[in-house]
């Protein structure tokens, strides 16, 4: 009896599973929806049954997004490990792509701290009749004028 319990595959409900991989129980829901984790099989009642190997899987899903990648890539990923044997070169190249955009989003993230750096440094001059912050805002991209002050301009002249 000791072992037919020690070779029957984990049965976890929804609720462990979801807590052994540390995502919430509608994600799991979710990734079974949309095709990430595979539908377990039913009790009689109409219970999921999840087993160790959904486990892993939700924890691959939860660490590739941690690191950014976006359900399609993790889709990629997922079948190149449900591969035999499965393509470090294939996997590399996603990451590799990946590791570029996640660059370029470095890159805007600290031109973006530069602009709010230096827009809120020039609010910090006094007051003015004009706040530079809510300025740069109305401001097309790359002009020099404000559209809100084009408009005002327009509108007086």
Not at 8 to 29: D, M, Y
Not at 66 to 87: K, M, N, V, W
Not at 125 to 154: A, H, K, V, Y
């Amino acid at each position: 009896m000791n072992q037919r319990a020690a070779t029957k595959p984990a049965q976890l409900t929804i609720g462990r599973v979801s807590t052994r991989a540390a995502v919430n129980i509608e994600t799991v829901r979710y990734y079974e929806r949309i095709g990430l984790l595979p539908s377990p099989p039913r009790t009689e009642g109409g219970h999921r049954v999840y087993g160790e190997l959904h486990v892993k899987r939700l924890t691959f899903v939860r660490r590739a997004r941690e690191l950014g990648f976006t359900l399609e890539e993790i889709r990629a990923l997922l079948r190149l490990a449900d591969e035999q044997p499965p393509s470090c070169a294939r996997a590399r190249s996603l990451a590799t792509k990946h590791l570029t955009d996640v660059r370029e989003k470095i890159s805007d993230l600290k031109r973006m701290q530069r602009v709010l750096t230096q827009t809120i440094a020039l609010c910090e001059e006094g007051d003015r009749r004009e706040c530079p912050l809510l300025e740069t805002l109305f401001r097309e991209n790359g002009s020099g004028r404000s559209s809100r002050r084009l408009q005002r301009d327009t509108n007086t002249g």
